[in-house]
């Protein structure tokens, strides 16, 4: 068993910066992914970046460049760093760890809003 706390957002500027982290517990040797999502209002969920045990990481192409995912060395945190922070990017941001046996742990969310 896996959980799941996501937290770090709030409000901030066009151009701004925030960093999110999540933090889980548990059975966490049996997680090999961890992944952050967002779902604006009226959009459906979608993918925003990974990171596997080993430190491989991807992003979504309308993150690369301005996001960073990263890890503690325990595999116990994950962060996400959001830099150059555009309105679009508001949504709600979720973290999601998938085990080896595909099973996905996610998060409750944590409020980003990019505005003036």
């Known amino acids: 068993q896996v959980q799941v706390v996501e937290s770090g957002g709030g409000l901030v500027q066009p151009g701004g910066s925030l960093r999110l982290s999540c933090a889980a517990s548990?059975?966490?040797?049996?997680?090999?992914?961890r992944s952050w999502y967002r779902q604006a209002p009226g959009k459906e969920r979608e993918w925003v970046a990974s990171i596997s045990r080993d430190g491989t990481t991807n992003y979504a192409n309308s993150v690369k460049g301005r996001f960073t995912i990263s890890r503690d060395n325990a595999w116990n945190t994950v962060y996400l760093q959001m830099n150059s922070l555009k309105p679009e990017d508001t949504a709600v941001y979720y973290c999601?760890?998938?085990?080896?046996?595909?099973?996905?742990?996610w998060g409750q969310g944590t409020q980003v809003t990019v505005s003036l």
């Open positions: 548990g059975t966490i040797f049996s997680i090999n992914v």
């Open positions: 999601k760890a998938k085990s080896y046996r595909f099973d996905d742990y």
